[in-house]
Nanobody, 125 residues
Framework: QEQLVVSGGGLVQPGGSLRLSCAAS????????IGWFRQAPGKDREAVAC????????YYNDTAKGRFTIYRDIPKNTVYLQMNSLKPEDTAVYYC??????????????????WGQGTQVTVSS
């Protein structure tokens, strides 16, 4: 069974850090890219960071640059999002997603066709 299992959300004070994990299992083929998205209350879902599994290229949205790091543990088939210097505006439900190629070749953070469950990240004092 193909699945993405997300963990690591929680409550953190401004300036703090959290690490999200997303373990992919059951995929009988290589997927093209994997990444993180988030949706804050009343806002559209947005891409946070994605990484290509073919060439290792990485995309960060402007709010994540310099504060967040996406990286993979290939043997564990797990992708992480290390989030530092968290701000209240980072509060959102964070989702992991991957692109298994259903839509053909896509830019980073586009064409995601498998989604994990969300995890709540709350940044508050």
């Amino acid at each position: 069974q193909e699945q993405l299992v997300v963990s690591g959300g929680g409550l953190v004070q401004p300036g703090g850090s959290l690490r999200l994990s997303c373990a992919a299992s059951g995929f009988p083929y290589d997927y093209r890219q994997i990444g993180w998205f988030r949706q804050a209350p009343g806002k559209d879902r947005e891409a946070v960071a994605c990484i290509s599994t073919t060439d290792g290229s990485i995309y960060y949205n402007d709010t994540a640059k310099g504060r967040f790091t996406i990286y993979r543990d290939i043997p564990k088939n797990t992708v992480y999002l290390q989030m530092n210097s968290l701000k209240p505006e980072d509060t959102a439900v964070y989702y992991c997603a991957l692109d298994a190629g259903s839509w053909g070749s896509q830019p980073l953070c586009h064409g995601m066709d498998h989604w994990g469950q969300g995890t709540q990240v709350t940044v508050s004092s």
